[in-house]
């Protein structure tokens, strides 16, 4: 069974840059997939954020693109997330996901999310 | 990328069935059959219910079905039970390693 956990710091000030790492048990990322970062604004809907794959990318979402940098540390089996210059719009409960990316496309798990608020 | 259009919330009675809405556009729902559903109870890790439009992973029940027609996906859940109550996400694949989800729908289930 696959497993994913987000951490972070819960808190950051604006204009900060806020890190997330996501461990993941249960299978090694170094072996594949494509592994996603999504979040949720409080009051609205997922909003996918990038996708990390070992062999291209990563594949950010054009609204992000400028200001977020996702990559992993293979040894450790750990995502990472890394947003800058954040304001109160990037309050959110932020998640990790795998992709099950083939003949079929979907995000097959998931972690509980964690939760971040920005502000001073 | 524009979000997925669902409605905010939809209501029915144990028994009962209902049916959440997705409307996208030609560049993702309408173009690529890769609409899955997901079930999201608060606190806990949201759970695929649907993929590649209609079908169902293994273990999720058969009261869950998805369709879709032109830029609009459906799902479908009969004989509501009162453990359904949970936020509902459409997404949809839109390309080049892209994503685009919908805004949620709340179900209560009376």
């Known amino acids: 069974q696959v497993h994913l956990q987000e951490s972070g710091p819960g808190l950051v000030k604006p204009s900060e840059t806020l890190s997330l790492t996501c461990d993941v048990s249960?299978?090694?990322?170094?072996?594949?997939?494509?592994w996603a970062w999504i979040r949720q604004a409080p009051g609205k809907g997922l909003e996918w954020l990038g996708t990390?794959?070992?062999?291209?990318?990563?594949y950010y979402n054009a609204s992000l693109k400028s200001r977020l940098t996702l990559s992993a540390d293979m040894p450790k089996n750990q995502l990472s997330l890394s947003l800058n210059s954040v304001t109160t719009a990037d309050t959110a409960l932020y998640f990790c996901?795998?992709?099950?990316?083939?003949?079929?496309?979907?995000?097959?798990?998931w972690g509980q999310g964690t939760l971040v608020t920005v502000s001073s | 990328q524009s979000a997925l259009t669902q409605p905010a919330s939809v209501s029915g009675s144990p028994g009962q069935s209902i049916t959440i809405s997705c409307t996208g556009t030609?560049?993702?729902?309408?173009?690529?059959?890769?609409v899955s559903w997901y079930q999201h109870h608060p606190g806990e890790t949201p759970k695929v219910i649907i993929y590649d439009v209609s079908q169902r992973p293994s273990g999720v029940s058969n009261r869950f079905s998805g369709s879709k027609s032109g830029n609009t996906a459906s799902l479908t859940i009969s004989g509501l039970q009162a453990e359904d109550e949970a936020d509902y996400y459409c997404c949809s694949y839109a390309g080049t390693n892209s994503w685009v989800f919908g805004g949620g729908t709340k179900l209560t289930v009376l």
């Open positions: 249960g299978y090694s990322i170094s072996n594949g997939y494509y």
């Open positions: 996901a795998r992709i099950w990316f083939g003949d079929s496309r979907y995000f097959d798990y």
């Open positions: 030609r560049s993702d729902v309408g173009v690529f059959n890769y």
């Open positions: 990390f794959y070992r062999d291209g990318g990563p």
